[in-house]
């Protein structure tokens, strides 16, 4: 950047096809980002500085890449790299959905993969997913899609950028759920709440939920449960700590038990409130609540 720029904020999205980042820059630009769709990588510096000029500056930038891009990996390292370079931290948000939700998703709209060819839809999905691995495992935020309509999606962008300031500040999710039914593929750190007696088994707080006041101060109650919360929560500020001088913007902690229903709620509800009470912003959700 030259001195007669200003640095803009920049967003690359990227991710699997079908997994929603037409609608997740639709509602960046409602968001009055400035929105570029399919732009090569290697042109990410030119925009950028394109959109630092002080007279029109364009202060929020999104940028949607995907695999249509030739050497796709490579120009977007290369392309980071460069910014980097120049002042320019970008942020990548990484979406991706499970192999059903995008046969079905492509089906539906009668489209064939960018990658299949003369194969099977499965197979493009395929050479997709590993083309794109080490992106992912390189992402700021990486948001899984299954299962979420339109309108979901949207609350999600919504809730990660609506207030966006371009401040560097860490934004957690806290996402209890149930081991039965998975992990949760966009978690960055798990941690298992099965070491605490199950309210599954005490009749009068099977029904209810660890939202109900009488799981919570049930599970809170048990042995070690607020031994683990303390010591969580210092191994917390210590990671959120290295994300900000890292320059993580977004991390996802999961809570897991044995169906998502008591102790991982409760838990997630309480770590949730110590983040915040650390000026963390958080959002908690509960995956599998209600799904019993």
């Known amino acids: 950047m030259t001195t007669d720029t200003q640095i803009p904020d920049i967003v690359i999205v990227t991710g699997m096809s079908g997994a929603g980042r037409s609608t997740a820059a639709k509602s960046l630009e409602d968001l009055d980002w400035f929105v570029v769709d399919n732009l090569p990588p290697g042109l990410l510096a030119t925009m950028a500085d394109l959109g630092g000029r002080v007279k029109d500056a364009v202060p929020r930038i999104a940028v949607v890449v995907d695999v249509r891009s030739r050497a ?48 099977r839809l499965v197979d493009g ?32 962008i919504v809730g990660f950028f609506g207030n966006d300031t ?48 009488a799981v919570r101060d049930y599970v809170l109650g048990q042995r070690g449960a607020k031994e683990f ?10 990671l959120a700590d290295g994300y900000e001088r890292e320059g993580k913007h977004y991390v996802t902690l999961a809570v897991g038990c044995t169906g998502g229903k008591h102790r991982s709620v409760a838990m997630a509800e309480q770590i949730a409130a110590r983040l915040r009470d650390e000026g963390i912003e958080v959002q908690a959700s509960h995956r599998d609540l209600g799904r019993e």
């Open 166 to 213: 371009g401040e560097s500040s860490l934004r957690a999710t806290v996402v209890s759920f149930g081991y039965k039914y998975g992990l949760p593929v966009d978690a960055d750190l798990v941690v298992d709440c099965r070491f605490l007696p199950n309210p599954h088994w005490v009749p009068e707080l099977r029904p209810k939920t660890g939202r109900d006041a």
């Open 125 to 156: 999905i395929a050479r997709e997913r590993e083309l794109v691995r080490e992106v992912r495992a390189e992402a700021d935020l990486v948001i899984d899609t299954s299962g979420l309509n339109v309108h979901e999606l949207r609350a999600k």
């Open 229 to 238: 919360l303390d010591a969580y929560t210092e191994v917390l500020r210590l």
């Open 72 to 119: 796709f990996t490579a120009d977007l390292h290369s392309s980071i790299a460069e910014l980097e370079a120049r002042g320019v931290h970008p942020r990548v948000v990484f979406l991706e959905a499970g192999d059903a939700d995008l046969v079905r998703r492509f089906e539906s709209v009668r489209r064939p993969h960018p990658l299949q060819g003369d194969g």
